[in-house]
């Protein structure tokens, strides 16, 4: 059963830095393109960044541009979202999704398996 499960969300302060975890069981990560969204309360779930199997990103969120980043560890099956500089709004449910494609695609609508989501609050 293909799976994936995020971790490492939490409560920090503004300011402060977090790091994601997405892990694959079921099928090898680096078969596939992996996407990280949020979606905040009252709003609608938004991509955030996408890293494609062969390691190019895609960033689609200018609001976390030069803040955020994605990175992949084939060996632990595991995708990344290093998160500086949070802000309050940054406030969020995060989840990571995988389309079963090499590349990434423009349309959430592709991304056919999601993790359950972490919360990541950042208030002072």
């Known amino acids: 059963q293909l799976q994936l499960v995020e971790s490492g969300g939490g409560l920090v302060q503004p300011g402060g830095s977090l790091r994601l975890s997405c892990t694959a069981s079921g099928f090898i990560l680096d078969d596939y393109a992996i996407a990280w969204f949020r979606q905040a309360p009252g709003k609608e779930r938004e991509e955030i960044s996408c890293?494609?199997?062969?390691?190019?990103?895609?960033n689609s969120l200018d609001s976390v541009k030069g803040r955020f980043s994605i990175s992949r560890d084939n060996a632990k099956n595991t995708v990344y979202l290093q998160m500086n500089s949070l802000k309050p709004e940054d406030t969020a449910v995060y989840y990571c999704a995988a389309p079963l494609f090499r590349l990434c695609p423009r349309e959430q609508r592709f991304f056919d398996y999601w993790g359950q989501g972490t919360q990541v609050t950042v208030s002072s």
């Open positions: 890293i494609s199997a062969n390691g190019g990103s895609t």
